[in-house]
């Protein structure tokens, strides 16, 4: 049977899969973890700080659903708060000075959508992430290894490369709040999730990625390899100088969007 | 004369722009809208003579062609990329009919209206959005065109005066409106390290990507008074924490004593801050 972009949301969704920490600790060695941002709380939902490849220093950046029930429920399923937001940028800073690589592990269903997160101003820790990220002077490589939701996503995948795995998903709006907002039928999921091309597949079509992970079957056999791929982004994007790498970042997101002919209109 | 079709009437005629009390009819200055807040039924004649505001206090929601007359100079106006239209790049099942159904309705090919134009005098680069056009969603051209408007601003060394109203990114163009928030953030800030000016006026509602993107990224960042100011939409929370929401959340006044933004504004005084704020900006050389 010929796998539909719903089965892909589902199996993005798969509590089987490994969650961010683990890609974080198999891909990398010597992790240490590194909380707070130094505001108002450390946000379980996202885990960060620094490790190896190589012997070279990385920050590293993930989402964090959890592994078990307990776990699910401290890590808050994923959905991270402002202040995680606000710890990730802050980590990213500190890349930024100490000129680390950073690399992002993205899998969330969204940005919480909670009342405190609100009083602490999810949109503008959003806003904020992307703005400054558009010109943080040091290299930027994010994954999106499940879920890709939304602008909680895009808060940690506004980089020099984004990478898919085989499986994962990456949209402006989940398929289930797709379909009832325009259907007003939740039940229409699994036609919204074909009709708003979330598969890596078609993200990959439409510019949106520049590399599918291939999962060949076993996810869990998945980090010796892409570990050697990071490297290797990393050794090209060295490379680079402040000013090529903040302009091929500019361009990279510059281009997404309608076709221009050379007269400035719609091609 | 039924409600409905007053409803109806007058928002085509006022959405097509321009001048509207001189196009007026006398049937359609007489005609009403129903305040949401007050429930009085205001004649339309008082809403163009007050600003678009009731005598309670409840600001009426206005297109982008009033916004522009209201808070612009007289013929100061000039409009940029106004040739954008959208197009179905996802095929997404109605998005083409939805498209031609509201350009024909609106008169507009987008959900914002970008240009230069004069307030009190001040010259800036201005960009309006429109909530009767898709409720002001942000996909590609929408994108595109606050993202050339900004690129314009900063090539020019002029200031950015922008007003904002979008449910958040357009659906119907999935990732690529995502990806707008990312394009438009890389416009905003390039012409804020340029050490240009942004402004910002959120009107109601402003939510979803366009809060979590440039909305938020002013140098100042003004409200209308009782503006929606949020991330995540109110029906969503509730559902999501299952509690009742305290009361005036994400209202302008819920976002200011937050500490989100710099100030609300009555529309009876936003042009004067509007234009002092300008000048208060311009760049000096140091002694
Ligand atoms: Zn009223």
Redesign the pocket.
Known sequence: MKTTAYDCVQMARSTKRPTGTEFIEKVFSDFIELHGDRRFADDPAIVGGIATMCGTPFTVIATEKGTNTKDRVYRNFGAPNPEGYRKALRLMKQAEKFRRPIVCFVDTSGAFCGIGAEERGQGQAIAENILEMMTLKTPILSIVIGEGGSGGALALAVADEVWMLENAVYSVISPEGCASILWKNSNKAAEAAQSLKLTAEDIYGLGVVERIIPEKGDIHKIFGRLGTDIYSWYRRYMEYTDEELLEARYQRFRKIGIEIDEKGLNK | MPINWIFKKSRNELEKGGRIPDAATQEEVEMTQT?P????E?PLSEVWSNNFV?????CFRMNARQRIDFLTDKDSFEELFGELYSTDVLDFPNYKEKLESICQSTGETEAVVCGTAKINGELCALFVMNPYFMMGSMGTVVGEKITRLFEYATESSLPVVGCTVSGGARMQEGILSLMQMAKTSGAVKRHSDAGNFYLVILTDPTTGGVTASFAMDGDIILAEPGATIGFAGARVIEQTVRKKLPAGFQKAEFLLSHGFIDKIVPRSEQKKVVSSLLELHHRRKRA
């Open positions: 305040c807040a007050c429930g009085r205001v009731c005598s309670c206090g409840h």
